[in-house]
């Protein structure tokens, strides 16, 4: 049986490009989170439109955050910074060193995907007219983390989830969290991150993108592979 970081993609509808934050309660012990339900769907002007999850991974220092503002400008789409979903338990942990482990995260990861699912879903907040998309920085470090992610495209045809792998080199990264002020995540905490990190290598819906050179090039770098991918899919 094909793993859900193997599962071919189903077909899709035409992309939009346009111009212009709960938790499901799950078993600890059970190893794996609960499903949520389905996207709740969207209004008979929009079925036809695809709407894209774009996942920016990578561990802390990889620059998650300014690729995803960069993306959210280009596509004109919602934009959700993952370390606000966090509990402060988790924070807490984090800013004192201590790894967050498998149990630590899941709720984590089920309410960044509610908060990604509801995004994409007619509400007051988008005058009941869906953005064509959303954009996630969520570290998602290990395939079990992005398959959680995964599951808010199931069920929804016209949602599709893919994530931006930003590979950068250990000692960059723990160059770049030296340097973050006021952040809770601190640079000795890179080590135990890309101790769990498991690349996405492999799996259909992942792009890798390098971003050892500057702000401009990795932007440049990232959008073109996004855009690359919209283009296969219209």
């Given at each position: 049986?094909?793993?859900?970081?193997?599962?071919?993609?189903?077909?899709?509808?035409?992309?939009?490009?346009?111009?212009?934050?709960?938790?499901?309660p799950?078993?600890p012990n059970?190893g794996?989170?609960?499903?949520?339900t389905?996207?709740?769907?969207?209004?008979?002007?929009?079925?036809?439109?695809t709407?894209?999850?774009?996942?920016?991974t990578?561990?802390?220092?990889c620059?998650?955050?300014?690729?995803?503002?960069?993306?959210?400008?280009?596509?004109?789409?919602?934009f959700?910074?993952?370390?606000?979903?966090?509990?402060?338990?988790?924070?807490?942990?984090?800013g004192?060193?201590?790894?967050?482990?498998?149990?630590d995260?899941?709720?984590?990861?089920?309410?960044?995907?509610?908060?990604?699912?509801d995004?994409?879903s007619?509400?007051?907040?988008?005058?009941?007219?869906?953005?064509?998309g959303?954009v996630?920085?969520?570290?998602?470090?290990?395939?079990?983390?992005?398959?959680?992610?995964?599951?808010?495209?199931?069920?929804?045809?016209?949602?599709?989830?893919?994530f931006?792998?930003?590979?950068l080199?250990?000692?960059?990264?723990?160059?770049?969290?030296?340097?973050?002020?006021?952040?809770?995540?601190?640079s000795?905490?890179?080590?135990?991150?890309?101790?769990a990190?498991?690349?996405?290598?492999?799996?259909?819906?992942?792009?890798?993108?390098?971003?050892?050179?500057?702000q401009?090039?990795?932007?440049?770098n990232?959008?073109?592979?996004?855009?690359?991918?919209?283009?296969?899919?219209?």
């Amino acid at each position: 049986m094909l793993s859900a970081g193997e599962r071919p993609q189903p077909p899709a509808t035409p992309a939009v490009i346009p111009t212009t934050s709960r938790v499901m309660p799950i078993d600890p012990n059970a190893g794996a989170p609960a499903m949520p339900t389905a996207l709740p769907t969207q209004n008979s002007t929009d079925s036809k439109s695809t709407q894209h999850i774009w996942v920016v991974t990578g561990p802390a220092g990889c620059g998650k955050s300014t690729v995803g503002q960069a993306l959210r400008k280009n596509l004109g789409v919602v934009f959700l910074e993952g370390d606000d979903y966090h509990s402060k338990a988790n924070k807490d942990k984090m800013g004192n060193g201590i790894p967050l482990t498998d149990a630590d995260r899941w709720d984590w990861l089920i309410s960044l995907r509610k908060a990604a699912i509801d995004a994409l879903s007619p509400s007051e907040t988008n005058n009941f007219t869906p953005p064509a998309g959303v954009v996630v920085a969520c570290s998602a470090l290990k395939q079990k983390y992005r398959d959680v992610m995964r599951v808010a495209a199931y069920g929804s045809p016209s949602v599709q989830i893919h994530f931006i792998y930003l590979k950068l080199s250990e000692e960059v990264l723990m160059q770049r969290t030296k340097q973050r002020q006021g952040h809770y995540m601190k640079s000795d905490m890179v080590r135990s991150q890309l101790q769990a990190l498991e690349e996405p290598k492999g799996e259909w819906d992942a792009i890798t993108i390098n971003v050892e050179g500057s702000q401009e090039q990795v932007e440049e770098n990232v959008l073109k592979a996004v855009h690359a991918k919209i283009a296969e899919m219209n």
